[in-house]
Antibody
């Protein structure tokens, strides 16, 4: 079964740190780009960070740049998100997401086709 | 960043109704447009990618259309399990961006 399982969420004070982990199974992890997406309960989806398949490209949302670090270990089928200098506005459910791609009419098209159940991060004093 | 704007933000409909949700991109994104369904307390679920390609296992009452900047998700004959929030998302470039969501409620 294709699966993503997040862990590491919790309650932390502003300025603190957390490390989220995502364990992948059931697919060839090294072939996929992996993302983290955040959602405040009752609100929309916000993209946080992305790590491409071969490790050559990493991107962050402007709101987390310089504070969050994404990493992946293709040997262990894991992707992590180190979150430092946490702010109240970082609160939310963090989803680990696989991005698939399909070749259609001369181009690759990308889509988030596997999502974990999410892990909750609460930043509060 | 590419801004994605959905309309309406919410709608009320009855079982059996035809429902249409629109999504507009702030610049042309070709057909790099995906649609997701999210139910309360659950992760989003991919419905449609590349604007009109149905993900495996998704019922055929869901369809997508559009290209460039304007896109549509249509649900023909709304079923009880379709009451949820729907999001569009562009995969034309990074950062990936989502619409604000459209909540489909029971009338």
């Amino acid at each position: 079964e294709v699966q993503l399982v997040e862990s590491g969420g919790g309650l932390v004070q502003p300025g603190g740190s957390l490390r989220l982990s995502c364990a992948a199974s059931g697919f060839t992890f090294s072939s996929y780009w992996m993302h983290w997406v955040r959602q405040v309960p009752g609100k929309g989806l916000v993209w946080v960070s992305r790590f491409n398949d071969d490790g050559s490209s990493i991107n962050y949302a402007d709101s987390v740049k310089g504070r969050f670090t994404i990493s992946r270990d293709n040997a262990k089928n894991t992707v992590n998100l180190q979150m430092n200098s946490l702010r109240v506005e970082d609160t939310g459910v963090y989803y680990c997401v696989r991005e698939g791609r399909q070749w259609l009419v001369n181009y690759y098209y990308y889509y988030m086709d596997v999502w974990g159940k999410g892990t909750t991060v609460t930043v509060s004093s | 960043d590419i801004q994605m704007t959905q309309s309406p933000s919410s709608l009320s409909a009855s079982v059996g109704d035809r429902v249409t949700i629109t999504c507009r991109a702030s610049q042309s994104i070709n057909i790099y447009l995906n649609w997701y369904q999210q139910k309360p307390g659950k992760a989003p679920n991919l419905l449609i990618y590349a604007a009109s390609t149905l993900q495996g296992g998704v019922p055929s009452r869901f369809s997508g259309s559009g290209s460039g900047t304007d896109f549509t998700l249509t649900i023909t004959s709304l079923q009880p399990e379709d009451f949820a929030t729907y999001y569009c998302q562009q995969s034309y470039n990074t950062p990936r961006t989502f619409g604000q969501g459209t909540k489909v409620e029971i009338k």
